[in-house]
């Protein structure tokens, strides 16, 4: 079953819509063709209740105030990319210096501030397919770039997203969704206690901007090893440095033995819930942000709800961050006549 419903005006005038998506699973998912945002993902938990689990807001206002990216598309170029300019086969592009001397998350005006076109198709597993032309040269990137982004709710309960890109001119795209999961419920604050998996033994190491420095670092034994499950915050405040820099993880975990193949990567559990979230992607990479910048004092949630610093997970599926400045990490060029194509399942189960 898909129900649209009017979700306000952008600043521009342009009417947008949020899309709720509902099976016989039990998940259920509240999505705006602003941004492609996850406004809301019900999910039931030990005791049959339903749990809305990603941070948003009540409406496009807030999406429109807020700087957490919450819940949306984010392109055409996830994370940063070092004094905001790249050079391509000889030419060098100047991008929008959005986050102090870089650029991030797409630029001034990234995907998750445009308005998609949008397509319901209803059934056993009911999608929404939303489409964007980002034209030659917006935010400073070239090549005219079609994007198509699914999702679809899965009928063993989980939501999939599937990104689908193409090109007219070399250019460089790294897509990525920036839901921040609670699995106790986006309201229910620290996520501390939730156990976190990531088939990672190595990790980008980034100096104090957050940019990456080239160097690849091993995880095992370290603050950041998520090999074995773990609670999310047992090792916060055992590196001082994780701290001074990003104030809880903020890292590009690498998946071990890449393939190409969607497949398990990571997990989140909670035992308050019973909720799992198993992650499968056939992306090399996952950006770990534990919503170190929440602020509660910054635009509430649904319901009035405060935001909460580390109280959700971002699980930004992707390749490495500023990959155009290293000839070494995985390519993020796509060339016209190439299909960026690239799958992340977010799947639950009940633990009881
Ligand atoms: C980045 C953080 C940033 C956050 C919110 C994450 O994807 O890794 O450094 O603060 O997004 O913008």
Not at 63 to 77: E, F, H
Not at 193 to 216: C, F, L, R
Request: hydrophobic share 35%.
């Amino acid at each position: 079953m898909i129900k649209q419903e009017p979700f306000g005006k952008t600043p521009e005038g342009s009417a947008v819509y949020a899309y709720t998506l509902e099976n016989d699973s039990g998940v259920r998912a509240k999505i705006t063709n602003f941004g492609g945002i996850i406004i809301s993902l019900w999910v039931r938990d030990k005791n049959g209740e339903s749990r809305d689990v990603v941070c948003g807001f009540d409406d496009l206002d807030g999406y429109c105030k807020a700087d957490g990216y919450q819940g949306a598309l984010i392109g055409r170029v996830t994370n940063r990319i070092s004094g905001a300019s790249f050079h391509l086969d000889g030419t060098e592009y100047t991008l929008c210096p959005n986050f102090g001397s870089f650029s991030a998350h797409g630029g001034k005006i990234g995907f998750n501030r445009r308005v998609w076109g949008a397509r319901a198709i209803d059934g056993a597993e009911p999608a929404l397919i939303l489409t964007y032309v980002s034209p030659d040269m917006e935010e400073g990137y070239p090549g005219t770039v079609v994007v198509t982004v699914t999702y679809r709710l899965l009928a063993v309960g989980g939501l999939s997203i599937h990104y689908a890109a193409y090109t007219d001119k070399k250019t460089i795209f790294n897509m990525t969704n920036h839901a921040y999961f609670n699995l106790d419920g986006y309201d229910s604050g620290s996520i501390r206690d939730q156990i976190m998996w990531i088939d990672a033994d190595t990790m980008n190491e980034h100096d104090a901007d957050m940019i990456p420095t080239g160097k690849i670092l091993p995880v095992r034994g370290t603050p950041y090893d998520f090999t074995t499950p773990k609670a999310v915050g047992r090792d916060f405040d055992s590196d001082p440095e994780m701290e001074k820099q990003a104030g809880g993880y903020d890292n590009n975990y690498i998946f071990n033995g890449y393939d190409g193949q969607l497949r398990l990567r990571a997990s989140l559990y909670s035992p308050a819930s019973g909720i799992e979230m198993q992650v499968h992607t056939n992306q090399p990479c996952i950006g770990i942000y534990t919503a170190n910048m929440l602020n509660p004092d910054d635009v509430p949630f649904k319901g009035g709800v405060r935001q909460a610093r580390r109280g959700a997970v971002c699980f930004e599926t992707q390749k490495m961050p500023d990959a155009v400045h290293h000839p070494d990490f995985t390519d993020t060029t796509l060339s016209p006549g190439e299909c960026y194509d690239y799958t992340t399942v977010f799947q639950f189960e009940v633990k009881k």
